[in-house]
């Protein structure tokens, strides 16, 4: 079946590290890939998408890279600040047409001063 | 805009007790989503609605759990009996239709069953 799989956290840096945070998935056919961010308190908030194999989506510095080769999309910051702290997830959407989306099990992120 | 509004943000009621989870939708779209977050299971669909009809329920857990969707502003959430095993945040999405929109969520409701 669909499914996709993250790194485990807790992820503590410091501010100012570079970030990643592993993310591969099981698919048939060609599916879009999202990464999602939820702050203490709130809900999910879309951060990037990509819906295509090499497709870079970015947002607020951070970015992912659709990669069909190693069915993985990983997200990366360079420099992180402590407002960056949250929960981050990553998913997949079967394909264009389908409104359901798989959801990782999150990973919270830490950032200390 | 206002967003997905979910009420309560929440709800504290004892084993064996109805809970009704309320959500409205973002004006204008026609999906909405109700997942459940648990941290054993993660976040999980529940069901959704197209045109506030269900299209796909298979995600409810049991059936303790019911949705409705009277109209294109308002969908609730029943659990009736509730047990403890019910705690969890529950969110509301909403969406365009179609399946190339973002979901927008709700602030959740966090649901403690003692």
């Known amino acids: 079946g669909n499914s996709v799989t993250q790194m485990e956290g807790p992820v503590t840096l410091s501010e100012e590290a570079f970030l990643t945070i592993n993310c591969t998935y099981t698919a048939t056919g060609y599916p879009s890939l999202f990464w999602y961010v939820q702050y203490p308190g709130e809900g999910l908030q879309l951060l990037l998408k990509?819906?295509?194999?090499?497709d870079k989506g970015s947002n607020k510095g951070f970015e992912a890279t659709y990669r069909k080769e190693t069915t993985s999309f990983h997200l990366e910051k360079g420099s992180v600040q402590v407002s960056d702290s949250a929960v981050y997830f990553c998913a997949l959407r079967w394909y264009q047409g389908a409104q359901k989306l798989v959801f990782g099990q999150g990973t919270r992120l830490t950032i200390n001063p | 805009d206002a967003g997905v509004i979910q009420s309560p943000r929440h709800e504290v009621t004892e084993m064996g007790q109805e809970v009704t989870l309320r959500c409205k939708p973002i004006?204008?779209?026609?999906?909405l989503f109700w997942y459940r977050q648990t941290m054993m299971r993660g976040l999980e669909l529940l069901i959704y609605?197209?045109?506030?009809?269900?299209?796909?329920d298979s995600g409810m857990p049991e059936d303790r759990f019911s949705a409705k969707m009277p109209n294109a502003s308002f969908s609730t959430l029943k659990i009736q009996p509730s047990e403890p095993r019910d705690s969890a945040v529950y969110f509301c999405?909403?969406?365009?239709?179609?399946?190339?929109?973002?979901?927008?969520f709700g602030p959740g409701t966090r649901l403690t069953v003692t």
């Open positions: 004006s204008g779209h026609n999906s």
């Open positions: 999405a909403s969406s365009p239709s179609g399946g190339r929109y973002e979901q927008y």
């Open positions: 990509a819906t295509k194999a090499d």
């Open positions: 609605f197209n045109n506030n009809v269900p299209i796909d």
